[in-house]
């Protein structure tokens, strides 16, 4: 079972920036597509950015299109997620997560393996 483990998380005030990186273990992870999810207190996880394993298509929630960048080194078995000009409402447990597929998908019960997650806050 892949091993993933989030960093990068933290304070910062609203229209900053922040890189969360996740590492993976295991030789399969560029065969997996990777996703980054949130969850806010009180809310249910929602899905915020996908990359297939090529890193060749990428998919945002609209709330974060334009903001964000998801990327990965495969190389590296690493993926990122790029954060700018960060918003209150991003404020959230940050998750990364493995697809037990190739191909992007914004389904959370495609997704196996779960980091523990980073704490982003965005205050005003």
């Known amino acids: 079972q892949v091993q993933l483990v989030e960093s990068g998380g933290g304070l910062v005030q609203a229209g900053g920036s922040l890189r969360l990186s996740c590492a993976a273990s295991g030789r399969t992870f560029s065969s997996y597509a990777m996703g980054w999810f949130r969850q806010a207190p009180g809310k249910e996880r929602e899905f915020v950015a996908v990359i297939s394993w090529s890193g060749g298509r990428t998919y945002y929630v609209d709330s974060v299109k334009g903001r964000f960048t998801i990327s990965r080194d495969n190389a590296k078995n690493t993926v990122y997620l790029q954060m700018n000009s960060l918003k209150p409402e991003d404020t959230a447990i940050y998750y990364c997560?493995?697809?037990?597929?190739?191909?992007?998908?914004?389904?959370?019960?495609?997704?196996?393996?779960w980091g523990q997650g980073t704490q982003v806050t965005v205050s005003s």
């Open positions: 997560a493995t697809s037990f597929y190739a191909t992007v998908s914004t389904d959370l019960a495609h997704f196996g393996s």
